[in-house]
């Protein structure tokens, strides 16, 4: 068996995160090293590895995500100006867990490109 990911880690509350929203499918927590002034990382309780992993067929989950990461962004302050971002595969994922990047909070003239 593969060891867990460390976001699975953080669901079976085995390492502690800063808990932005919690349900039963997906958690969202702050990201411990931002990249901007608001950095939530939203992931599914189901370990998949990486986008693909998921059913392409499964609406649900793909219009859940989206749903989700549109009422945390308002949530947090940040849903009239954000930027959404998931990393796909292996090789380019650090953590081989899915999960989508929440990031918002600058100013126009400070955003990244």
């Given at each position: 068996m593969?060891?867990?990911?460390?976001?699975?880690k953080i669901i079976a509350r085995?390492?502690?995160?800063?808990?932005?929203?919690?349900d039963d499918d997906f958690i969202a927590i702050r990201?411990?090293?931002?990249?901007?002034?608001?950095?939530?990382l939203l992931i599914?309780?189901?370990e998949y590895t990486t986008l693909?992993?998921?059913d392409f067929e499964d609406d649900a989950?793909?219009?859940?995500?989206?749903k989700l990461a549109r009422k945390i962004a308002r949530d947090i302050g940040i849903g009239d100006n954000y930027k959404l971002v998931m990393n796909v595969g292996t090789d380019i994922q650090e953590v081989h867990h899915i999960h989508l990047h929440i990031m918002g909070g600058?100013?126009?003239k400070e955003m990244p490109q």
């Open positions: 593969s060891e867990k990911s460390i976001f699975s085995e390492i502690p995160a800063t808990i932005e929203y919690e990201d411990i090293n931002p990249k901007a002034p608001q950095h939530v599914p309780k189901t693909e992993s998921v989950f793909h219009a859940r995500i989206l600058w100013h126009k």
